[in-house]
């Protein structure tokens, strides 16, 4: 979120004069001038009186800021805590209704200064411009998907037959799971149904995939992972009401013409705001929201949180209330999370957890630690699981071989 939020910053700058003038974000506050040191002043001479020194004829004055600009932040400047991009999205959503009622002539730089945090987020999402570019997607080697891959393999490895596909909930707006999937030929069931054209139809979260050359429960194992975007995707798109899923190969043009401030239009991409909730998109992110309650109500259920700063308050309600169910595990990665002593710093959501000190929540911190490639190798492997159980079948074989001190032969 960081790193948006300064590449906002950087590549429109007006835009953020904008929202520090209008009080949407705080505007940096200038470094404490240092105090002048005195001059060592001669015991025979009395104080000299500080003179004004006239500018020389001809010497060009500075310019005054105009009246509302903020000037540069000045190197050494404290800095602003990074705002929560989205809810200044709804903030500005709730403004730019409001101006359109009353003809306000804020609406115009409103909408400028939304449309440029939309761009900023949909840089921050693209990921790498060449995975867009052909059908061919991802490849299989490719490096900076390699922990996506291996979490996807070791969730769905571990699962025994009969137990239902791993969930996974993001709200992170790239392709990284789909494009990881995709390499290692693994089926995502994210709500969307159709070969060449995929509209949202919520019931496909009901539907598996089984292995029809298995016997017995290994047909029902796990072969795919459902995946709910719950802040929505750069790839949806609403088409009369009606939200598709577009293929990477085909929407990269209009998105790459947006990020790049060719065009001020953008039909893809969900963004959540409040004025959403009173449209049509109202229905397709009420639905994963619902699937996520649903999942967290289950019995024996587990929850891995990784790569959350917290920041959805909707998210942080539903973490509290599935505490109410007494089978439910959370554990989650947070690299700001040093300890009990001082959690000062921590989100106001993540304080609220750690002060109910449960034993069904845990917390790993430690900086580097906790960072999603470490998740991920945390996870067991399956092979651990095998192992351990090829052992346990070799002592009962031994045992059911041993010889019965008890049964004496008879003579």
């Not at 003809?103 to 900023?120: D, W």
């Not at 025994?160 to 707006?173: A, H, I, K, V």
């Not at 109202?282 to 587990?302: C, K, N």
């Not at 991920?376 to 002592?395: G, K, T």
Request: glycine content about 8%; overall charge negative.
């Amino acid at each position: 979120m960081a790193q948006l939020w300064e590449d906002f910053k950087a590549s429109s700058p007006s835009e953020y004069q904008w929202l520090c003038r209008n009080k949407f974000v705080d505007a940096p506050m200038p470094p404490a001038a240092p105090m002048p040191t005195p001059m060592p002043q001669a015991a025979s001479m009395p104080p000299v009186a500080p003179q004004a020194i006239p500018t020389p004829p001809g010497t060009p004055q500075a310019a005054p800021m105009p009246s509302g600009l903020t000037a540069p932040t000045p190197p050494g400047a404290p800095q602003p805590a990074t705002p929560n991009v989205e809810s200044l999205l709804d903030t500005l959503a709730i403004a730019l209704a409001e101006w359109e009622r009353a003809g306000s002539i804020e609406m115009v730089e409103g909408k400028k200064a939304r449309a440029a945090i939309y761009r900023a987020l949909v840089r921050a999402s693209f990921l790498d411009e060449s995975w867009w570019n052909t059908p061919e997607g991802v490849a299989h080697s490719e490096d900076r998907l390699s922990a996506h891959r291996l979490l996807l393999q070791r969730l769905t490895s571990a699962r025994q037959p009969g137990q239902s596909s791993p969930w996974l909930f993001t709200t992170n707006y790239d392709l990284a799971i789909e494009w990881a999937a995709d390499s290692i030929d693994m089926n995502v069931i994210n709500g969307f149904l159709g070969l060449h054209s995929r509209h949202f139809t919520p019931q496909s979260f009901d539907l598996g995939f089984r292995n029809v050359q298995a016997k017995g429960e290994a047909q029902f194992g796990s072969y795919n992972v459902y995946l709910a975007k719950l802040h929505g995707s750069l790839t949806w798109k609403e088409v009369s009401g009606q939200f598709y899923e577009i293929q990477a190969t085909e929407a990269q043009g209009e998105i790459r013409s947006f990020a790049k401030g060719e065009t001020d239009n953008l039909a893809f991409t969900v963004l959540p705001s409040a004025a959403k909730y009173i449209q049509t998109v109202g229905f397709v992110l009420g639905e994963l929201f619902r699937r996520y309650s649903e999942f967290l109500a289950r019995p024996q259920s587990a929850l891995l949180v990784s790569g959350y700063g917290f920041g959805d308050e909707h998210i942080n309600r539903l973490l509290l209330s599935a505490l109410l169910n007494p089978t439910f595990q959370l554990v989650v990665y947070l690299p700001e999370f040093s300890g009990l002593e001082d959690v000062s710093k921590l989100p106001a959501a993540a304080q609220k957890l750690l002060s109910l000190q449960s034993p069904r929540v845990t917390f790993v911190g430690g900086g580097g630690d906790a960072y999603f490639g470490s998740f991920v190798e945390h996870l067991p492997e399956p092979s651990i699981y095998n192992e351990d159980l090829r052992q346990l079948q070799e002592r009962l074989r031994a045992l059911d071989t041993a010889p019965n001190p008890n049964e004496g032969g008879s003579s």
